[in-house]
């Protein structure tokens, strides 16, 4: 079974100020991880994803996670906040494809706040 | 422009009413998904279905049924039997085989029991 734990279930930053979005997770196998944003009564869209390619993973929006196996932590940073950032934000983990079940788990989220 | 769409964005059910919420896709891809997202909280896997004709339960499938006609189509059925239907759902779909698993997300519907 796998699991997701987004540490944090308020964030607050200032505009211009780093973010940094804590989550961890379980896995029996190498997973594959996700960060998604969501706004407001909106779907969701992908910010970035691990693969088991480069543990430092580059998104949109000037956002970056890194894998870290030995902590089990794939935390969600960006340099600089700007007022649009603020939104939801989803830590997932997907199944390994050749269990036959592809269906992600979510975290249960973390609402960013931007104060300008 | 390729995408996910979901009908109608808001609905109202009468208790004891059955409603079917549409799912259309037009990625070609052949898994689909409805999730349930409740205040507060992450998204729930309802049902999926890898392939057109087959479609498993989720985590949360009791009140609700599916079915999976065209590879475009995963319309979602809530039943009278599912005792708080009250939520937002949400509609994705995916690539199958592809080890990233990436699921593309419809905008959502929102159903409210009055």
């Known amino acids: 079974a796998q699991s997701v734990t987004q540490l944090d279930s308020h964030v607050s930053v200032s505009e211009g100020t780093p973010v940094l979005l804590r989550c961890n997770y379980s896995?029996?196998?190498?997973?594959?991880l996700f960060w998604y944003v969501q706004h407001p009564n909106k779907g969701l869209q992908l910010l970035l994803k691990?693969?088991?390619?480069?543990?430092l993973v580059k998104g949109i929006n000037g956002f970056e996670a890194e894998f870290k196996k030995s902590e089990t932590s794939f935390h969600l940073t960006k340099p600089s906040a700007h007022m649009s950032d603020a939104a939801e934000y989803f830590c997932?983990?997907?199944?390994?494809?050749?269990?036959?079940?592809?269906?992600?788990?979510f975290g249960s989220g973390t609402r960013l706040q931007v104060q300008p | 422009d390729g995408g996910i769409t979901q009908s109608p964005k808001y609905l109202f059910r009468k208790e004891g009413q059955n409603v079917t919420l549409s799912c259309e896709q037009n990625?070609?891809?052949?898994?689909m998904y409805w999730y349930r997202q409740d205040p507060g909280q992450g998204l729930r896997l309802i049902y999926y279905?890898?392939?057109?004709?087959?479609?498993q339960k989720g985590d949360i499938a009791e009140g609700y049924s599916v079915s999976r006609e065209k590879k475009e189509s995963f319309p979602l059925t809530v039943t009278s039997a599912q005792k708080n239907p009250t939520a937002f759902y949400l509609c994705?779909?995916?690539?199958?085989?592809?080890?990233?698993?990436?699921?593309?997300f419809g905008p959502g519907t929102r159903l409210t029991v009055l």
């Open positions: 994705a779909s995916s690539i199958t085989g592809t080890s990233g698993n990436e699921q593309f």
């Open positions: 896995s029996s196998y190498s997973p594959s």
């Open positions: 691990y693969t088991s390619a480069a543990t």
């Open positions: 997932v983990v997907s199944d390994r494809v050749d269990t036959g079940r592809r269906a992600l788990t």
């Open positions: 990625l070609n891809h052949d898994a």
């Open positions: 279905s890898q392939i057109v004709n087959d479609f």
